[in-house]
């Protein structure tokens, strides 16, 4: 114990030591016998503006709010939902049907809701191709862990009702989705990917499932992860990239990439503390929003770190997942670190207002084609230095003692089996003192201030490949295809990932959006069939 703690005791310090602890051990047995479940939290909420300067929380807020648009939706309205989220009426025209189910499959959610308002296709005529496409190619790729094909019929059916009678809920209506199987939906297994939960079904249906049913959506699966949000092995396999089957597609939201990338889904749900949306995107080439923390309530969620989860989504384009995030964000009571914050979209403001950070240490704007193209779009490149130089890789105990806590009775109980690396990080977790815990998060509040230093700089950055800073800090990020190499004769996915502010979601999603327009990767297709 001495060791562990750094401590030197003399002999006398050692004994009385001792006694001190061994006074509170019939405590701490107290403690474990109170079943607290999986669901109650600690009573220390993490906040991601502490230590933030209030110009930047102005400015975060302001650039997400309308009245930063030229054009003002309606504020009111927004502010009476219960997520104060504005996507305007949708200006994507229907055009024509595509002439095959696999073009029809691959479409975006903006041009999927474009037919189905006009009625061109079908709420249920969608959801059975995306059925028979997770069936058929499912034993390839293992990403899904249920099919939730029941549920998914009714739910199309009724929107294909309530769009025939002029019911129109949005842009999402009759869009089949996929939820990452920590997601819990009533009636069905959430088995978070782990051997030891396979059989679990769960009472509540989370938060976030629950606000895009009540915008029509139709859940057509629940989709694979890493066994406990850690990486793409689960107990039914190993998910696979659909750009090269041999290879995994990293995680821990290991079936939304694999299935979204495939077009066996209009879009997906998934969920990240340390790298869980952005690394298994950039493997399969999707484009995934990580929300800032606070944003989307985690309510009816696995919690792996409760200071560090975050649900985004994953989509086939940037409008996809700005579509999406404004239908799940903002409080529902139910998640105490859930912030008020108002988004719009579409972002209406010149990007020629904002500035883009970027690292001279990974080439000049001349050598990288995603600074051209940010160049292109009017924004002001800004050059910029890492922003801290604390011990990041140390603060990470962080999530390791969380999720230690969270799965303490596996450890104790010793039901390991299919849990990958998790038992001896739990393990690990059981042996970091409440003192270098503690410490690790003061460290955090001064590398959050060193974020919010460099941020003051600048709207967002590019590139920076800082994923334990940022999840840490909380600030959200858009990853997005940017390109491809050949490996092997065959294509793979290159990224480019953005970092912006504190609720800035608008204006990175904008800049994002910009740039998907003018390059077009991200409408490649992998040739999986």
């Not at 995680?251 to 879009?267: D, N, Q």
């Not at 790298?275 to 923390?293: E, K, N």
């Not at 009571?333 to 950070?357: E, K, M, N, Y």
Request: overall charge negative; charged content about 20%.
């Amino acid at each position: 114990a001495e060791w562990i703690a750094g401590l030197e005791l003399t002999d006398e310090e050692r004994e009385a030591t001792a006694g001190a602890v061994n006074s509170i051990l019939e405590d701490f047995a107290a403690m474990r016998a109170v079943d607290v479940g999986y669901e109650v939290p600690p009573a220390l909420l993490f906040d991601p503006t502490v230590g933030v300067s209030q110009l930047a929380r102005e400015v975060a807020s302001a650039g997400n709010s309308a009245s930063a648009n030229t054009r003002q939706p309606n504020i009111a309205a927004a502010q009476a939902s219960i997520n104060r989220a504005i996507v305007e009426p949708m200006e994507w025209s229907a055009g024509p049907r595509p002439d095959s189910s696999l073009d029809l499959a691959f479409l975006p959610v903006t041009e999927l809701a474009a037919l189905l308002r006009s009625r061109q296709v079908s709420s249920v005529e969608l959801t059975r191709l995306y059925l028979e496409r997770l069936g058929r190619l499912d034993p390839t790729l293992h990403c899904v862990v249920t099919l939730t094909e029941e549920l998914a019929i009714r739910q199309a059916e009724r929107a294909d009702r309530e769009i025939g009678a002029g019911q129109y809920r949005g842009p999402l209506h009759g869009v089949p989705w996929g939820a990452k199987d920590l997601i819990a939906v009533a009636g069905y297994p959430t088995t978070w990917g782990a051997t030891p939960f396979r059989e679990q079904t769960l009472d509540d249906t989370a938060t976030v499932a629950r606000r895009l049913e009540q915008a029509g959506t139709v859940l057509v699966a629940k989709l694979s992860l890493g066994a406990l949000a850690w990486g793409d092995q689960w107990f039914g396999g190993m998910t696979r990239n659909p750009w090269r089957p041999e290879q995994g597609s990293s995680g821990s939201s290991a079936g939304s990439a694999s299935a979204t990338s495939a077009g066996l889904v209009g879009f997906a749900l998934g969920s990240e503390t340390l790298g869980s949306i952005v690394s298994p995107s950039r493997r399969c080439g999707t484009t995934g929003l990580r929300p800032t923390f606070g944003r989307v309530s985690r309510h009816g969620c696995m919690t792996l770190a409760w200071s560090m989860d975050k649900i985004g989504p994953m989509a086939r384009s940037v409008e996809d997942c700005a579509i999406v995030f404004a239908a799940i964000q903002g409080p529902d009571g139910l998640d105490g670190t859930v912030h008020d914050q108002p988004f719009a979209w579409p972002w209406r403001t010149s990007l020629g207002t904002l500035r883009v950070g970027y690292f001279p240490a990974e080439g000049e704007p001349d050598e990288r084609e995603e600074l051209q193209v940010l160049r292109s779009l009017g924004v002001k490149l800004v050059a910029l230095r890492p922003p801290t130089d604390l011990p990041v890789d140390a603060m990470t105990i962080i999530l390791n003692t969380e999720a230690a806590t969270v799965f303490d009775t596996i450890t104790r109980e010793k039901n390991f089996a299919d849990l990958n690396r998790w038992p001896n990080a739990f393990r690990q977790g059981q042996f970091v003192p409440a003192v270098e815990y503690l410490r690790a998060n003061r460290l955090r509040t001064m590398l959050i201030r060193d974020m919010d230093t460099m941020m003051g700089r600048v709207d967002m950055y590019v590139g920076g490949n800082d994923l334990a800073i940022t999840n840490l800090t909380g600030h959200p990020c858009v990853t997005m295809p940017g390109g491809f190499v050949t490996v092997d004769g065959r294509a793979s996915p290159r990224n480019v990932t953005l970092t912006g502010r504190l609720f800035g979601e608008a204006s990175l999603l904008a800049v994002a959006h910009g740039y998907q327009r003018a390059t077009g990767y991200h409408l490649r297709k992998p040739p999986l069939e």
